[in-house]
């Protein structure tokens, strides 16, 4: 059980143009989705918090308009990378929580999007 | 000094062999800890999740948090070649589920068969 698919799984784009990442809660219904990034040998650093229905909190330094955040299901959130450039280039990945009595406490994370933006 | 310090190795050890793994941490607001393993090129996936101090044990795994001294670890006995993974860290001062994880670099473990 609790499953997170992402889709793509990698993808490569030409610099100044959009790239629409995927996050599926394939056998629960997320409270609560999470956006993060992680740049080679570094850290997972949280890029943005949304909840189904509302609007996305974004993290300090995170572009809002540039990533734009769609919750539209407590089964589906997308991370849209507008107007990508060279150092968008970033592996995404997202997760999913459950709130609420009798939940576990945890988040459950998607295999990840490599993305290349040439 | 950055909140969350995890030596990132890499760190080889022979197949059977006691892996001890740590991080130590600069906020004492920190009450959640949770160590993940990470494949390459893949998620997070949790393994320890421990509220404030002590141990916890399942499996080969024992988690270990002292607040007292900021620093946790993670023990894996009887270490395999599928425990070949990155070792993240993460804390924070609410659930696990409420995001706001602040995670550390990872350590990469490799085990020899």
């Known amino acids: ?118 | 000094q950055k909140e969350v310090e995890q030596d990132p190795g890499p760190l080889s050890v022979p197949e059977g062999a006691i892996v001890s793994l740590n991080c130590t941490y600069s906020n004492s607001a920190f009450q959640y800890f949770m160590w993940y393993r990470q494949y390459s090129r893949k998620g997070p996936e949790l393994l320890m999740y421990t509220y404030s101090s002590g141990n916890k044990e399942d499996g080969r795994f024992t988690a270990q948090v002292d607040k007292s001294s900021k620093y946790i670890s993670l023990f894996i006995r009887d270490s395999q070649p599928s425990d070949s993974a990155t070792y993240l860290c993460a804390m924070t001062p609410y659930g696990g589920s409420q995001g706001n994880l602040i995670f550390g670099k990872g350590t990469k473990l490799s085990v020899k068969p």
């Open chain 1, 1 to 118: 059980g609790a499953v997170v698919s992402q889709h793509p799984s990698w993808v490569i784009c030409k610099s100044g143009t959009s790239v629409k990442i995927e996050c599926r809660s394939l056998d629960f219904q997320a409270t609560t989705m999470f956006w993060y990034r992680q740049f080679p040998k570094q850290s997972l650093m949280l890029m943005a918090t949304s909840n189904e229905g509302s609007k996305a909190t974004y993290e300090q330094g995170v572009e809002k308009d540039k990533f734009l955040i769609n919750h539209a299901s407590l089964t589906l959130s997308t991370l849209t990378v507008t107007s990508a450039h060279p150092e968008d280039s970033s592996f995404y990945i997202c997760s999913a929580s459950v709130m609420g009595q009798g939940a576990t406490d945890t988040q459950y994370f998607g295999p990840g999007t490599r993305l290349t933006v040439l």
